[in-house]
């Protein structure tokens, strides 16, 4: 045992995380995405990589990058295939941390060519895409199951309702209403709401920050 100062809160433990957004694709060329950056996932990886867990850190395009012997990246492009990788990593871990941006709706068909502008409108079906973070609540066992809320509108209403429907162990709520806070700054203004329905709000702070505070909170569960 060389964490004798107890800096290593996770040592021994695996972590899933998933971070930044994902494109859909209409033809071999086109995608519909996000403008989420990523930094959010990668700032919780880091802080649990940094709190000795071992990170398997799935992420759609970005231009976060890492270098950390404890964080194995899995990119990935669509919903489907962050769906996919979720589930072959799921079953291993102690704790999941879904901060993706996962595109809620898809082109029901890609187009194998590039479509072209023949006509003077197009309409794009879409579908939507499997909920990752919902399919993990509905077969947890051991695991302490983190998801992301973003609302503009009875945000906390909202966001125990989806901590339920998902079958959470927390979710951190996302205030779009502040400056400063969100997609693609450096800083996030939080609440969590545990499945004791306890609410703990923080005032704006890097995006650093916020993941430290969420792993001290999960830390303090997992070690109760
Ligand atoms: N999420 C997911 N897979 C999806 C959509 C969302 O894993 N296909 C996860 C996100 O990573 C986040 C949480 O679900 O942790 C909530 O995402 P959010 O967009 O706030 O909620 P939705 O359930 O998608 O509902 P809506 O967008 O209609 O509010
Ligand atoms: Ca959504």
């Known amino acids: 045992e060389d964490d004798i100062l107890g ?6 433990k695996k972590i899933l995380i998933t971070a930044g957004p994902t494109y859909e694709a209409i033809d071999p060329v086109r995608f519909i ?10 700032e919780i990886a880091k802080a649990a990589a940094n709190f000795g867990a071992e990170v398997i850190l799935i992420s759609g ?6 270098n950390h012997n404890l964080i194995d990246v899995i990119p990935v492009m669509s919903a489907q295939d962050m769906f996919e990788a979720a589930h072959k990593y799921f079953n291993d871990v102690d704790v999941a941390i879904l901060s993706a941006a996962v595109a809620d709706f898809r082109p029901k068909e890609v187009a194998s060519q590039k479509i072209k502008k023949t006509s003077n409108t197009l309409i794009l079906e879409l579908e939507k895409t499997k909920d990752i973070l919902a399919s993990l609540g509905a077969i947890k066992k051991q695991q302490y199951l983190v998801g992301f809320a973003l609302e503009t509108n009875n945000e906390v209403e909202n966001a125990k309702d989806k901590l339920k429907r998902k079958n959470l162990n927390l979710i951190v709520l996302n205030s779009l209403n502040d400056k400063g ?6 800083t996030n203004k939080v609440t969590f709401i545990d499945d004791e329905e306890t609410i703990t709000s923080f005032e704006l702070k890097s995006k650093a920050e916020v ?5 001290n909170k999960i830390i303090s569960v997992i070690h109760a």
């Not at 800096?7 to 021994?12: C, D, E, N, S, T």
């Not at 995405?33 to 990668?42: A, C, D, E, I």
């Not at 993941?211 to 792993?215: G, I, W």
């Open 7 to 12: 800096k290593l809160p996770l040592r021994g």
């Open 33 to 42: 995405g996000n403008h989420s950056s990523g930094k959010m996932g990668f």
């Open 61 to 66: 395009p970005t231009h976060e990058k890492v």
């Open 181 to 186: 806070a969100g997609f693609k700054s450096d």
């Open 211 to 215: 993941a430290k505070d969420l792993l």
